[in-house]
């Protein structure tokens, strides 16, 4: 019974917000919104029903902090639980108890699931690094971040302020 409960309080562990996380995952969707041409989506489960996802080390859901399509309304009548449509680009946000290892590894799942860009989002250290590979990316920290897969240009100030 202990076990059991050590489990269930790890697990809500990781999964609590923070502070920074809340914040730099709010600005990164406000201006990726605001570049007009893409919907943004917070915390969207995608079907990953096509790859064993124990060969990644990620856990029995895909679900990036932000991704992004082309500009989509809702869905109506009916809601989509998982999206079976890849996202262009996959955001994930550096928590408190979350390694870079463990982003990575979702990485290698997005890629192979046939998103274009992932980016890895360090909120302590300020970083931003953009992968159109995981062997390929570039590491931003001020200017602009660039994402030349997807044409994308974004304030760095803005994302951490």
């Not at 080390?57 to 895909?62: L, S």
């Not at 994930?92 to 990485?107: A, M, T, W, Y």
Request: charged content about 25%.
């Amino acid at each position: 019974m202990n076990e059991l409960l050590a489990d269930v309080e790890t697990e809500e562990s990781v999964e609590m917000g923070s502070h920074n996380h809340a914040m730099v995952q709010t600005n990164l969707g406000f201006l990726l919104k605001r570049l007009g041409k893409y919907s943004v989506f917070t915390e969207l489960s995608l079907d990953s029903s096509g790859i064993d996802l124990k060969q990644f080390n990620v856990r029995d859901e895909v679900k990036p902090d932000l991704c992004l399509y082309a500009k989509r309304s809702l869905s109506r009548p009916f809601d989509i639980l998982k999206m079976a449509e890849m996202p262009f680009l996959a955001v994930e946000i550096l928590s408190p108890r979350q390694g870079v290892q463990d982003i990575l590894e979702k990485f290698a799942a997005y890629f192979v699931l046939g998103v274009k860009s992932c980016w890895l989002v360090d909120p302590i250290t300020a970083i931003v690094a953009v992968y159109s590979a995981l062997d390929q990316h570039k590491i931003y920290s001020d200017g602009e971040v660039i994402d030349e897969t997807l044409d994308i240009r974004l304030p760095f100030a803005e994302i951490f302020e």
